[in-house]
């Protein structure tokens, strides 16, 4: 059973940086795409992003583009999220997935880490 760990989380102020990390342990870490997505407060979880695990290639959504960077290390077993130049609207709970599936249906399979940005 796949089991993810996410950490890095803390409480910044607008335009600084933060670096999530996810340690994935059991099976399937060879799956198509790992990704990040968040639950921001009064809002549905919305998806961050992904990287397909294959070619590195990765994939952002609107809101965090120029601004947050996702990388992999597969011998690590980790995924990073490098996030620059917080905002406000990037407050939430941050969670890491292992399989493409998860990504669509938003499933939590860690316990999240919290990213507080204020002004």
């Known amino acids: 059973q796949v089991q993810l760990a996410e950490s890095g989380g803390g409480s910044v102020q607008v335009g600084e940086s933060l670096r999530l990390s996810c340690e994935v342990s059991?099976?399937?870490?060879?799956?198509?795409?790992m990704a990040w997505f968040r639950q921001t407060p009064g809002k549905e979880r919305e998806g961050v992003a992904e990287i397909y695990t294959g070619d590195g290639r990765p994939i952002y959504e609107d809101s965090v583009k120029g601004r947050f960077d996702i990388s992999k290390d597969n011998a690590k077993r980790t995924l990073w999220l490098q996030m620059d130049d917080l905002r406000i609207e990037d407050t939430g709970m941050y969670y890491c997935?292992?399989?493409?599936?998860?990504?669509?249906?938003?499933?939590?399979r860690g316990q999240g880490t919290q990213v507080t940005v204020s002004s």
């Open positions: 997935v292992a399989e493409c599936t998860d990504y669509v249906t938003k499933t939590a």
């Open positions: 059991g099976y399937r870490y060879g799956s198509k795409c």
